[in-house]
């Protein structure tokens, strides 16, 4: 959906300057999750919704949800030079830094057993996160 249409998607709302606070002051793992679980989100609904497993008289609600959630993805994506990542190489660059961010930070969640899991969930996961930062040089490399 484009810019211009989303002004056009009834419900939809501009994030409000607390919305923008809060993703502003979230480290970089729950950014990470706010961005990673946003992506979850949308890909799921556009999908169900294309697959008819969705009511067609849900569409217009969860169009502007999905317009909401792009929203705050969008921003969160466009201040992450705060942890060093070109937001720009999103958009554009399959192996700029937000691609070697992203999986960076794909890696160590899916490489986490279901004990740490339940712990990181639970906003324990100071301990566990990764020893490199994600633009670190790795010994493999």
Request: charged share 35%.
């Amino acid at each position: 959906m484009t810019e211009e249409k989303n002004d056009e998607v009834r419900g939809s709302k501009p994030m409000s300057n607390q919305e923008k606070e809060d993703i502003l002051s979230m480290d970089e793992v729950m950014t990470y999750f706010l961005i990673d679980e946003c992506g979850s989100f949308l890909f799921r609904m556009s999908h169900d919704m294309a697959d008819g497993k969705i009511p067609e008289e849900a569409h217009e609600a969860i169009t502007t949800d999905l317009v909401n959630i792009r929203m705050l993805q969008k921003f969160a994506v466009d201040n992450l030079q705060r942890f060093g990542v070109d937001p720009e190489s999103a958009y554009n660059k399959e192996d700029g830094d937000y691609w070697k961010w992203l999986n960076h930070w794909n890696d160590w969640k899916n490489n986490l057993s279901d004990e740490v899991w339940q712990k990181v969930s639970e906003g324990e996961y100071e301990e566990y996160l990764p020893e490199k930062k994600w633009n670190e040089v790795s010994e493999e490399e």
